[in-house]
C-alpha cells in the first residue's frame, strides 16, 4: 500500500504503457466480440422498432404539409391581421390561384385538404370542389380572384377558414398534442374544444383507473397462486405451473373470444345463472341475496359518489360499474362495458402477475416463518410482517409489469369492452386505421409513452427499481 | 415455573415416534427426559432423526404417537407461537427486511410489550453480546459470526425457559465456531436456561454438552455425559461416530469377569473389556482409542500384546500420529504426545503394542 501511494503518476504494465491503456486494449476485443454477438438483435431492433417509433413521435408535430402545397398563400398570409374579421386581400387570392394551379398539376390539394379537414370540417370538399375549377384559371390574364374564388365558394371568404390556414402554415404544430388533450389551436393560442367534443383525456383517465384496477385485482388473484406454486411439493407445483402457463399457448385471441362467449347476454354464466334462479335452493335464497347485494351496492354507490365528487376536476368518469346489480337477478351485462374488459384483461394478464411473484417468492426460505411463530407469532403475524414484506419486490415486478402492459392494452378492450370498456390504444388504433390522422395518433401514443415512462420514474423514486425482482 | 425449576423432567419425550410417509418410522421410540436448565445435545449422522426431534418439540412437526411434555404439560395439540420456546436455526433466520434491533424487538411487540420496555429490552441484549452498535444495521452488513450472535440473542430476548439450536454454527469456520462455542454455553449457564443442541459436530457436542443424546436410525444409541460417551460407548456405532477410532474384528475366547480373552481374524489373542457380548463363542469388534495404544508396553508378564508393521508417521505438532498394519488392519492409528524421549517410529519397521485391559471394549460385531 504504501509503494502506491508514494508513486506518482498513472501506474505502469511490465512494458512501461499506463495499466489502464493496455487493460482497455486487452478487453478491446472481448468488447468487439460481444458486441458483434449482439449486432443482429441491435440493428433489428433499431430499423424496426426504435426507428419507428421515432417516426412516430416525429409525426405527432410535423405540419410541412401547408407551407409546401400553399407557399405563396402562407407567405402572403403573413400580413394578414387573423382578427381582422374579414377575409384576406387580393394578392393572397392571387398566390392561392397560383399555388393551387401547381398543387392540382401535383394532385396535392386533396391530401391538403384531408389534413386541413381533422381541424374544419368542410375544408376537404372545399378544397376537392376548387380543384377541379383550378385546372382553367388563367394566370396570365387580369381576373380578380377574390371575385373568382368567392365564385367558386364563398366558404373562401369565411375568416375562420384563413385562420386555420394561418395557424397551420407554419412547419411544426403543437395542433396534435393540443387536440389529444381536448384543447384547439386558435390564431391567438388555444382554447378547449367544446365539452360535447371533449373525450380524450376522459379516455386517458379511463385507461389509467382501469389499468390500476387490473392490477390490484391480478394482485389479489395471483399472490396465493404464487404462494402455492412457491411452497407446494415439487410434483402438484409442477402441474400448477403448467396450469399458469397453458394462457401463454393458446391465442390471445382465442381466449378472449372464449370469454365473450362466457359472458355475453345469453352466455354461459348468465344460463347458469338462469339456471340457479329457477331451482329450488335459488328461489329461497335470491331474496337473501338480493337484500344483501343492495346493501354493498348501496355502499359501493356511495364510495363512487365521493369518488366521482373527487374525480370531477378531471370530467365525470363513468363508474357505473355497479348500477347494473341493483336491479337483481337480471342478466347481468357481462360485456362491452368496464366490467368485460376488467375481467378479460384480468384473466389474460394474470400470468404476468404469478411469474415475478413466484420467482422471488421461491426464494423465501420458509424458516423465516418457522422463526417467527417460534418467536410468539401468530400464523397472520408471521405472514404479515415476515413473509409479506420479503414478496413485495415480487408484487413491485408484477405490479409494473401487468400495469405497463394493461396501459397499451388494444385487442381485448376492442372485442370485449364496447363503447364503454376501451382504452385509449383503441382510440390511437382508429386514427391510425380508420380516420387515417396518424399525427393525432402519434400525439396521443406520445402522450401513453410518456405517462409510462412518468410513472416508472415516481416507481423508482418512491420504491426503488432496485428492490424489483424477477427472481435470484 | 419457579416450583417445578427443580425437576429432572422438564421436557419429556414419552414413546415418540414419526413417520413421514407412513411407510417408514424416522423416529422410533423415542424416551427422553431433560432437567431444568440441562445443556442436551442431539448428535448424530444426517438422517439420523435428531433434526426431527427438534422440530417435534418446536412444534413444526406433530409426533405420528406418543407425547412430548414441557413442564409436565402435553404440548402436542398446542401450536409452535404459543409453545414459548426460543429457537436459533441453521442459517440464522434472521428477518433481512428489518434492521437488528427490530429484529430483537420482534417477539417482544408479538407479546404485546410496551415500547419503552422493548427498546431497552434490546438494548440490554445488544450489549450483552457486545454488538450495542448495531442496532440500525441489517443483517446482510453483519459478519456471519455477528449474525449468529444476533439469532442467539433474538432466542433468548423474550426470556423463554427453553432454547432450542438447530446446527447453529454450522456455516461458521473453525476458529469462530470454537469461540462461539464458549459462549452459547457460557451465555446458557449464565441465564440458567434449559438448551435442547442439534448437531453433526462430535467436539461441538462434547464441549458445551451436560449429557448428549447419540442419534442414528431413529434412536438414541447412548445418552450419557461427555467423558462417559467418549470413554465408555455402549456399541460400536458410538465408538466410531465419537473420537477417533481403532476396531479389531474377532470372536470372543473367554469372558472371565471384567476381561474377555479375544481371539483375533490372525489368531493373535488380545485381553478386553465386555461390554455388550456375554457368552464365548460370538463374533465383536473390540475398540481402542488411539491414544490408548502403547507403544512397547510394559504391561507385565501376563499381558497380551501384538506385533505390529509402521506404515506410516506423521507430525502434527503436538502429537505424532503414527499408522500401523496390526491383526490384518493397514488403518491401525496410533497418537503419541510429542515429548522430548518419544521415539519417532520409522515406516518399515516392526513394533509391539499393548493396552490396559480396560482400555480395549469389546463391543457388538
Redesign the interface.
Known sequence: MADQTAQAGPVLAADGTPLKRSLARALRLSKLRALALIAPLLIFVLVTFIAPIADMLFRSVENQIVSETLPRTTAALADWDTSSGTAPDEPVFRALAEDFQIAVANKDHTKLGSRLNYEKTGISSLFRKTGRKAKKFDLAADTNWKAEFEDIDEDWLDPEMWQVIKTYSPALTSGYFLNSIDRQKTSEGSEWRPDNQQIYLKLFWRTLVMSIVITCTCILLGYPVAWLLANLPARSANLLMILVLLPFWTSLLVRTSAWKVMLQQQGVVNDTLVWYHSTFVGKMLDPVITFLLNIAIGLLNGLLWVWNLLSGAWGAVDVELFTYAVAGFERLALINNVTGTIIAMTHILLPFMILPLYSVMATI?P??L??????????W??FW??YF??SIPGIGAGSILVFILAIGYYITPEIVGGTKGVFISNRIAYHISSSLNWGLAAALGAILLAAVLLLYWAYDRIVGIDNVKLGG | MSQSSTRADFVVFDRVQKSYDGETLVVKDLNLSIGKGEFLTMLGPSGSGKTTCLMMLAGFETATHGDILLDGKPINNISPHKRGIGMVFQNYALFPHMTIAENLSFPLEVRKMGRSEREERVQRALDLVQMGEFGGRRPAQLSGGQQQRVALTRALVFEPDLVLMDEPLGALDKQLRETMQFEIKRIADDLGITVVYVTHDQTEALTMSDRVAVFEDGRIQQLAPPDELYEAPKNSFVAQFIGENNTLEGVVQEINGDVALVKLDDDSLIDAKPVNVSAAGERTTVSIRPERVEINPDLGADAHTLKADVLEFIYMGDVFRTRLRVAGNDNFIVKTRNRADQARLEPGTQVDIGWLPQDCRALDA
Open positions: 426460505s424458516v423465516y418457522r422463526a417467527a411463530k417460534s418467536m410468539g407469532a401468530t400464523n403475524t408471521a410482517r415476515v414484506p420479503q
